[in-house]
């Protein structure tokens, strides 16, 4: 089955800075998500980008399907950004429409 | 904006007990998706319905779990008995019925076997 593949594994940043975060998949998709996992357990959307560039706010996104990776631009951060970030897709070729998620990665943002 | 309703939050219980999880889709959603997440990693796939047949259940534990969506709207998904190694994070999710549609996460239940 397809593979996603996230790095950093982990991060701690300083409030303010800026993080790029990367999630690789190892065939084509039809759907690709991001989502902010809150200490609460809470699974957030954050972006549908199966393709293209999105933003919204201090977060961006990009997909290059044809290079099968995407890319998440968190910018000026704050400490409520800290959580784990999950990158989920779907393949392209599945019998399904269930969501693979990544292993994500955790950020810490410090005051 | 429209959410995945859940209930309950939260849900302890001892090992060999029945539970049963609620959650109401974004109306007009015909994709339901129940998720499990361990500690520490993703969320993995249990059960897929479309309106209210199964689609994928191939990693859904069928001797001791369950999941219904009789009149293909909201649904339950039932473990009797529990045990330990179900501690975990529920999640259920919707779309609308098209493939590649973007999955709506409800808050999820979390539930403790003692």
């Known amino acids: 089955g397809i593979q996603v593949e996230q790095s950093p594994p982990d991060l701690i940043l300083q409030e303010g800075a800026n993080s790029t975060l990367r999630c690789n998949f190892s065939?084509?998709?039809?759907?690709l998500q991001w989502f902010h996992q809150n200490p609460w357990g809470q699974l957030i959307n954050l972006f549908y980008?199966?393709?293209g560039t999105k933003q919204n706010g201090r977060l961006s996104a990009t997909t290059v399907a044809t290079e099968r990776y995407s890319l998440l631009y968190i910018s000026s951060s704050q400490t409520t950004d800290s959580g784990v970030y999950f990158c989920?897709?779907?393949?392209?070729?599945?019998?399904?429409?269930?969501?693979?998620f990544g292993t994500g990665t955790l950020l810490a943002v410090q005051p | 904006e429209a959410e995945v309703a859940q209930s309950p939050r939260y849900k302890i219980t001892e090992k060999s007990q029945a539970v049963a999880f609620w959650c109401d889709p974004i109306?007009?959603?015909?994709?339901l998706y129940w998720y499990r997440q361990i500690l520490g990693q993703g969320p993995e796939l249990l059960v897929q319905?479309?309106?209210?047949?199964?689609?994928?259940d191939s990693q859904l534990p069928k001797d001791r779990f369950s999941a219904e969506r009789l009149k293909g709207v909201d649904s339950t998904l039932k473990i009797q008995p529990a045990e330990l190694g179900d501690s975990a994070m529920y999640l259920c999710?919707?779309?609308?019925?098209?493939?590649?549609?973007?999955?709506?996460f409800g808050d999820g239940t979390r539930l403790s076997i003692l």
């Open positions: 999710a919707s779309s609308l019925g098209q493939p590649g549609q973007p999955q709506h």
């Open positions: 065939d084509s998709v039809n759907n």
């Open positions: 980008i199966p393709s």
């Open positions: 989920a897709v779907v393949s392209n070729g599945g019998a399904t429409n269930k969501l693979i």
């Open positions: 109306s007009g959603h015909a994709t």
């Open positions: 319905f479309q309106d209210e047949s199964v689609v994928d």
